[in-house]
């Protein structure tokens, strides 16, 4: 087969000359700078939007508002390149452009050069034009990433474009061979130029036969990213465009800033990727780069990128070698359905290791042991028991967030004083208190467990590897031995005194991460680091933080958030800063802004009735507002909010309780946590999650857990740092109506 469909995209632009009184109606010269007035009144118009792919067409648009460039030796030094906005508005019939409108302080003005002699040049997308002698060079790009919005046909059976990433459709005028580009009209003394516009982009359309789920483990729907052809030669990067004066093709010049890649990135409206659903087709345009002689060859591949994994193919088989030609729409044959086994296998002691370089790290949800260090393996005096196994299995479990409580206190015997105390595990060196609870108390364990050891295990496990982790400190919330204006204040420095003392120091070097941390830091970054996190609640407010000075911050290298205590069954927003004092305010999520979010909610002590404490259920509806939120932000393209689900905790009887059922949280929001991730999975709408912190983590359903927090990480698309700084621009639509086409070439290609 071997189908052909041509755009005969014929723009007529209407240069309007002064004309003077003339009884005789002999037409007006035109004069040295006059500038040149354009509308476009002719009916074969173009727009840069596609229209429908025919049997013998594909219709190309002007958009309102497109920008074209217009160049011509013969005009006015200075004065002979303009760049002009292509005007639409109030126009009956799509075919026609009511003007073009100069962006500038001035247009394309007349010369010395009789008007019958001047040659006019123009290109899509406006670009940098030079004037070559009588030639005309301009400055064009094929983006390595464009864009493209699908939406369901009529009959809704299959997806196809609704709008396309039309800045990479390369568009040209030239003088035509045979032709007079400009004409006077002796009954009206005007003076037209005709520009007539051919596309010079190859085009590849893509008919893609979807998705087939081949296990029992059930998806009903998935996410389509982005699709990524690769190819053994540049495809992409910028260009020279030589227009001719003799009317013979342009020349391209060597490319620069190449890329053997183009991803073509799938919106649905505002949102990042396309759901669609089982055996259903879909289709869309690839732009290259118009080298003529180009071929496809069994090298090149294509990569479907999804929600549920990623599908390579070679987008051809075989040695006969298929010649790309610029200015002409390849339609390649259907690719054949791509089949989903939701079975993995995965290793929990190492599963970062599997991860993408280029992922942000915000987008990975990552398992979390709460209040990790009260377990008997490493602190046998532990009271309250909230995992079953020491930090080292924690880690070989899958945990790569560890959260610790804690407060200001002493490892040895007797009180702490400032100058002698250290950051200890909250819940340990208790004090049952009497009275009023504010004077003489009964020690439980006036020994306090230093943090040290923590901090040294989790740094030995990922040493080395190709690993990270998290460790999350936190001042203690409840209390009052310990818990004081003046612990507080001295809080920060004391972290600052601990990651300085020697078994520390040794454990942390070239294990913590001391560079800065924003939403763009990745996972190869990361590797074999220990991440510090460190939440400053807004019990600080008291204790009149804004005199704690900056310097302490700024002293250790660690994110820092305001985390509040009051308790709401939704989520809160601060903003995180790295080694800096934080905000002390709760926020909203603003999807256009560049600030870095740190969305959570956190409760270790639940009321097992309605008080100041949250029930069971409010804890649910918070955690659900997380996943909510985690979704809309990264279906709308974004990476800069991280999030942190603390699930963990104990359930009390009554307010005054003291000692809690850290089970009966666990048995509760372990399972509930677990059908939410699989239900986000089976709809298509897994996201990101942050740090999901629980309790009993290697338990049978904390395994489960774990499991299904590690399998959603290779469900869905995370967002990942490109190489190059092509900004997709914004999409245009398609309207119906045309009088022009694109060349389309269906060369017999082989069979995927």
Same mark, same amino acid.
């Given at each position: 087969?071997?189908?052909?469909?041509?755009?005969?995209?014929a723009?007529?632009?209407?240069?309007?000359?002064?004309?003077?009184?003339?009884?005789?109606?002999?037409?007006?010269?035109?004069?040295?700078?006059?500038?040149?007035?354009?509308?476009?009144?002719?009916?074969?118009?173009?727009?840069?939007?596609?229209?429908?792919?025919?049997?013998?067409?594909?219709?190309?648009?002007?958009?309102?508002g497109?920008?074209?460039?217009?160049?011509?030796?013969?005009?006015?030094?200075?004065?002979?390149?303009?760049?002009y906005?292509?005007?639409?508005?109030?126009?009956?019939?799509?075919?026609?452009?009511?003007?073009?409108?100069?962006?500038?302080?001035?247009g394309?003005?007349?010369?010395?050069?009789?008007?019958?002699?001047?040659?006019?040049?123009?290109?899509?997308?406006?670009?940098?034009?030079?004037?070559?002698?009588?030639?005309?060079?301009?400055?064009?790009?094929?983006?390595?990433?464009?864009?493209?919005?699908?939406?369901?046909?009529?009959?809704?059976?299959?997806?196809e474009?609704?709008?396309?990433d039309?800045v990479?459709?390369?568009?040209?005028?030239?003088?035509?061979?045979?032709?007079?580009?400009?004409?006077?009209?002796?009954?009206?003394?005007?003076?037209?130029?005709?520009?007539?516009?051919?596309?010079?982009?190859?085009?590849?359309?893509?008919?893609?036969?979807?998705?087939?789920?081949?296990?029992?483990?059930?998806?009903?729907?998935?996410?389509?990213?982005?699709?990524?052809?690769?190819?053994?030669?540049?495809?992409?990067?910028?260009?020279?465009?030589?227009?001719?004066?003799?009317?013979?093709?342009?020349?391209?010049?060597?490319?620069?800033?190449?890329?053997?890649?183009?991803?073509?990135?799938?919106?649905?409206?505002?949102?990042?990727?396309?759901?669609?659903d089982?055996?259903?087709?879909?289709?869309?345009?690839?732009f290259?780069?118009?080298?003529?002689?180009?071929?496809?060859?069994?090298?090149?591949?294509?990569?479907?990128?999804?929600?549920?994994?990623?599908?390579?193919?070679?987008?051809?088989?075989?040695?006969?070698?298929?010649?790309?030609?610029?200015?002409?729409?390849?339609?390649?044959?259907?690719?054949?359905?791509?089949?989903v086994?939701n079975?993995?296998?995965?290793?929990?002691?190492?599963?970062?290791a599997?991860?993408?370089?280029?992922?942000?790290f915000?987008?990975?949800?990552?398992?979390?042991?709460?209040?990790?260090?009260?377990?008997?393996?490493?602190?046998?005096?532990?009271?309250?028991?909230?995992?079953?196994?020491?930090?080292?299995?924690?880690?070989?479990?899958?945990?790569?967030?560890?959260?610790?409580?804690?407060?200001?206190?002493?490892?040895?015997?007797?009180?702490?004083?400032?100058?002698?105390?250290?950051?200890?595990?909250?819940?340990?060196?208790?004090?049952?208190?009497?009275?009023d609870?504010?004077?003489?108390?009964?020690?439980?364990?006036?020994?306090?467990?230093?943090?040290?050891n923590?901090?040294?295990?989790i740094a030995?496990?990922?040493?080395?590897?190709?690993?990270?982790?998290?460790?999350?400190?936190?001042?203690?919330?409840?209390?009052?031995?310990?818990?004081?204006?003046?612990?507080?204040?001295?809080?920060?420095?004391?972290?600052?005194?601990?990651?300085?003392?020697?078994?520390?120091?040794?454990?942390?070097?070239?294990? &913590?991460?001391?560079?800065?941390?924003? @939403?763009?830091?990745?996972?190869?970054? !990361?590797? =074999?680091? #220990?991440?510090?996190? $460190? *939440?400053?609640?807004?019990?600080?407010?008291?204790?009149?933080?804004?005199?704690?000075?900056?310097?302490?911050?700024?002293?250790?290298?660690?994110?820092?958030?305001?985390?509040?205590?009051?308790?709401?069954?939704?989520?809160?927003?601060?903003?995180?800063?790295?080694?800096?004092?934080?905000s002390?305010?709760n926020?909203?999520?603003?999807?256009?802004?560049?600030?870095?979010?740190?969305?959570?909610?956190?409760?270790?002590?639940?009321?097992?009735?309605?008080?100041?404490?949250?029930v069971?259920?409010?804890?649910?509806?918070?955690?659900?507002?997380?996943?909510?939120?985690?979704?809309?932000?990264?279906?709308?393209?974004?990476?800069?909010?991280?999030g942190?689900?603390?699930?963990?905790?104990?359930?009390?009887?009554? &307010?005054?309780?003291?000692?809690?059922? @850290?089970?009966?949280?666990?048995?509760? !929001?372990? =399972?509930? #946590?677990?059908?939410? $991730? *699989?239900?986000?999975?089976?709809?298509?709408?897994?996201?990101?999650?942050?740090?999901?912190?629980?309790?009993?983590?290697?338990?049978?359903?904390?395994?489960?857990?774990?499991?299904?927090?590690?399998?959603?990480?290779?469900?869905?698309?995370?967002?990942?740092?490109?190489?190059?700084?092509?900004?997709?621009?914004p999409?245009?639509?398609?309207?119906?109506?045309?009088?022009?086409?694109?060349?389309?070439?269906?060369?017999?290609?082989?069979?995927?």
């Amino acid at each position: 087969m071997n189908m052909k469909k041509y755009y005969m995209i014929a723009v007529a632009v209407l240069c309007l000359a002064s004309c003077a009184d003339n009884k005789e109606n002999i037409p007006a010269a035109v004069k040295s700078g006059d500038e040149v007035a354009f509308s476009v009144s002719m009916p074969a118009k173009t727009r840069t939007a596609y229209g429908d792919l025919g049997t013998t067409s594909r219709p190309v648009y002007w958009k309102d508002g497109d920008l074209i460039e217009v160049a011509s030796p013969q005009c006015m030094d200075g004065r002979n390149v303009a760049q002009y906005k292509v005007n639409t508005e109030g126009s009956e019939n799509l075919n026609y452009a009511k003007s073009l409108d100069r962006t500038g302080a001035y247009g394309v003005q007349w010369g010395e050069t009789a008007a019958t002699d001047c040659k006019f040049y123009a290109v899509y997308p406006s670009s940098e034009m030079t004037i070559n002698g009588s030639s005309v060079v301009a400055n064009l790009s094929i983006a390595s990433t464009q864009t493209v919005t699908l939406k369901k046909n009529a009959d809704g059976n299959a997806y196809e474009p609704d709008t396309e990433d039309m800045v990479n459709n390369i568009m040209y005028a030239q003088p035509l061979e045979g032709q007079t580009q400009v004409i006077v009209d002796e009954a009206t003394g005007n003076t037209t130029a005709n520009l007539q516009f051919k596309p010079y982009s190859t085009v590849l359309h893509f008919n893609m036969a979807g998705w087939n789920l081949t296990s029992t483990v059930g998806q009903r729907n998935m996410v389509i990213y982005s699709v990524t052809v690769t190819a053994n030669n540049a495809i992409a990067g910028n260009f020279d465009l030589t227009l001719k004066d003799d009317a013979s093709e342009p020349t391209v010049g060597t490319a620069t800033n190449t890329s053997n890649a183009i991803t073509v990135e799938f919106k649905s409206g505002e949102l990042r990727g396309v759901d669609i659903d089982p055996n259903v087709p879909f289709s869309f345009e690839m732009f290259l780069l118009p080298n003529a002689g180009m071929s496809v060859d069994e090298n090149w591949t294509i990569t479907v990128n999804t929600s549920a994994g990623k599908w390579t193919k070679n987008l051809k088989n075989g040695s006969t070698a298929n010649k790309l030609t610029p200015g002409s729409i390849h339609v390649l044959p259907e690719l054949p359905a791509f089949s989903v086994d939701n079975s993995w296998n995965y290793n929990p002691s190492a599963w970062i290791a599997d991860l993408d370089d280029k992922i942000y790290f915000t987008e990975i949800s990552l398992p979390g042991a709460w209040y990790c260090y009260s377990n008997k393996t490493d602190n046998s005096t532990a009271e309250d028991i909230y995992q079953n196994t020491g930090i080292e299995n924690q880690f070989d479990a899958g945990v790569r967030a560890f959260y610790i409580e804690t407060k200001v206190g002493k490892i040895t015997d007797g009180r702490p004083t400032t100058t002698n105390a250290t950051v200890v595990v909250s819940g340990t060196g208790i004090a049952y208190l009497n009275g009023d609870g504010l004077t003489s108390p009964t020690f439980r364990s006036n020994i306090a467990r230093s943090i040290n050891n923590a901090i040294i295990k989790i740094a030995n496990k990922v040493k080395g590897t190709q690993e990270f982790a998290v460790l999350t400190l936190a001042f203690a919330d409840g209390g009052t031995f310990g818990v004081n204006e003046t612990w507080r204040g001295i809080w920060i420095s004391k972290i600052k005194d601990v990651l300085a003392e020697t078994d520390v120091a040794n454990a942390l070097n070239n294990v &913590l991460y001391t560079d800065e941390i924003t @939403p763009e830091t990745t996972v190869e970054q !990361l590797r =074999g680091k #220990l991440i510090l996190k $460190i *939440n400053i609640d807004d019990m600080y407010k008291s204790a009149e933080i804004a005199n704690v000075d900056e310097s302490e911050f700024a002293a250790i290298p660690a994110l820092f958030s305001y985390t509040t205590y009051n308790w709401s069954n939704s989520s809160f927003v601060s903003t995180l800063k790295w080694k800096g004092k934080p905000s002390m305010a709760n926020t909203d999520i603003n999807p256009s802004s560049n600030e870095f979010y740190w969305n959570y909610t956190v409760a270790n002590r639940t009321s097992s009735s309605t008080d100041e404490h949250p029930v069971l259920d409010d804890r649910k509806e918070a955690i659900s507002q997380i996943i909510l939120n985690s979704y809309e932000v990264h279906r709308a393209g974004r990476n800069n909010l991280w999030g942190m689900v603390g699930a963990g905790g104990s359930l009390f009887s009554t &307010l005054s309780a003291k000692d809690g059922d @850290p089970s009966s949280v666990s048995d509760v !929001l372990n =399972g509930h #946590l677990a059908d939410a $991730i *699989n239900q986000k999975v089976d709809a298509g709408e897994a996201s990101p999650m942050g740090m999901v912190f629980v309790n009993f983590v290697t338990d049978t359903e904390g395994q489960k857990l774990i499991e299904a927090i590690i399998r959603m990480n290779s469900r869905f698309e995370l967002g990942r740092k490109t190489d190059n700084n092509d900004t997709p621009t914004p999409v245009q639509s398609a309207k119906e109506g045309y009088s022009s086409g694109f060349n389309v070439d269906t060369e017999n290609w082989k069979a995927f």
